[in-house]
């Protein structure tokens, strides 16, 4: 008996469970994953679309919205309330506003008014613009102080800081210390020379004021010199303070000093040069003699 070995039978092969559950997952997720893209760019067409059509369309819209508010008449720029201004008029200031007419008023630009009438109007320092619903403009106002006058080709008012603010009204009382510039024809063509010494000036001023308590004398004129310093005049005894371009506290506490030493004898004194480092140098008015005094043991260094 002759035995055949069985032949092989053809095995399928058989797929893992995990190779199933791999090809299962991956096909459903290609096709959401194609069919969220499908959707991505339908949705940036219709926005391109929809954009563009928007852009096209924007002026009409706003030009038919704009003419529909100004015919209701009511968020119209009916009433304008200016506060704080006494050398610029209502009228110059509602100028440099430039209102259109017809004014919407929440279509008005603020920022960019501000800055117009400060630009347009010199005694306008600061300025402030609230809206107030529906149809009202209230306008604060911080003028510009003149704390000076400077007379180049003609007078002008100088501010606190030192800046030229405008030329002189006609109907400008000239009650101010005048800064003399005359004599300096070469500012004329040196505005950064000009700026600095009229600085220098104001804040003499302004140290003047701080320590003016009781003083006899008030200014008068002060003569600047970029070499030389600034030279002060007074008022009632005309004396001339040489006090340099610096330490004016300090060279005013020393001439206090010297006229409290001189008593009534400093009116025989034409000027006190006050710009030396430790010293007061005194030169007497021609025809008149005035006790020796030894000044430099009353002033303290």
């Known amino acids: 008996m002759i035995l ?44 391109g679309l929809g954009g563009g059509a928007l852009w096209l369309w924007w002026p009409t819209l706003i030009s038919s919205a704009d003419g529909w508010l100004k015919r209701q008449d009511f968020f119209l720029v009916k009433e304008i309330i200016i506060e704080g201004n006494r050398r610029s008029s209502r009228k110059e200031i509602v100028e440099a506003l430039e209102l259109v007419p017809r004014q919407l008023i929440f279509s008005f630009n603020l920022a960019e008014s501000q800055d117009r009438v400060v630009r347009s109007l010199p005694f306008v320092g600061e300025i402030r ?23 180049l080709d003609k007078l002008y008012l100088v501010d606190r800081k030192g800046n030229v603010i405008a030329p002189v009204p006609e109907s400008e009382k000239l009650d101010y210390p005048l800064i003399n510039g ?44 970029e ?24 060279h005013l506490r020393r001439w206090r000093q ?4 001189l008593g009534e004898r400093a009116m025989a004194v034409k000027y006190f040069d006050c710009a030396g480092n430790d010293s007061v140098v005194v030169g007497l008015r021609s025809q008149m003699v005035v006790d020796d005094v030894n000044v430099e043991e009353h002033v303290q260094k």
């Open 4 to 47: 055949r070995r069985p032949e092989k039978s053809k095995q399928r092969v058989r797929i893992s469970n995990s190779r199933k559950d791999l090809r299962r997952a991956r096909r459903p997720q290609t096709r959401s994953v194609n069919r969220k893209l499908l959707l991505f760019m339908a949705f940036v067409c219709l926005g």
């Open 129 to 151: 613009i609230r809206r107030r619903w529906p149809n009202r403009l209230e306008i604060a106002v911080k003028e510009r102080q003149a704390k000076a006058l400077f007379y």
């Open 182 to 225: 005359a004599l300096s024809s070469k500012w004329q063509n040196r505005p950064e020379v000009r700026s600095r010494l009229l600085k220098k000036a104001i804040k003499l001023l302004l140290v003047w004021e701080e320590m003016e308590v009781d003083w006899p004398e008030k200014i008068a004129q002060i003569v600047p010199d």
């Open 227 to 250: 070499v030389y310093g600034l030279t002060v005049f007074t008022t009632d005894q005309g004396w001339e303070l040489q006090l340099g371009l610096d330490r004016f506290d300090e």
């Open 258 to 261: 010297v006229l409290a030493v």
